[in-house]
């Protein structure tokens, strides 16, 4: 091997670990990000009181199951048709939705979730 073979063998290598490095950041990051709105999502929850957190739940959840149902044409199981990528955001997207929801029922309006 030559010195010029070695060279850009080493900047791909170092160029690889820098980008695999700022994967691993901005994963960590992410993570971090999850388990916050969650732990605020938990903290809320617990602060309802049992009926009203019973009922926040219950919409929540019937929410979400019938956005799931939309997002699985197919009848029958399959990796594919269980965990589709569109119910990775809709989960996603479902967390930030109840931070809100959840917001609103503190303020007083639990009508609207029943």
């Known amino acids: 091997m030559n010195s010029s073979t070695r060279i850009i063998r080493a900047a791909l ?19 971090q990000e999850a388990v916050a709105a969650v732990q605020n999502i938990q903290d809320q929850l617990d602060a309802l009181d049992p009926a009203t957190r019973a009922a926040v739940i219950a919409r929540l959840t019937s929410d979400e199951v019938k ?16 965990f589709p990528p569109a ?28």
């Open 87 to 114: 119910a990775s955001a809709a989960a996603t997207a479902g967390l930030a939705g109840l931070a809100v929801r959840l917001d609103s029922v503190s303020s007083g309006s639990v009508r609207e979730l029943a």
């Open 67 to 82: 956005r799931v149902r939309g997002n699985q044409p197919c009848p029958r199981w399959s990796p594919s048709a269980a």
């Open 13 to 31: 290598l170092a160029a690889a670990a820098a980008a695999l490095a700022t994967a691993a950041y901005l994963l960590r990051e992410k993570h």
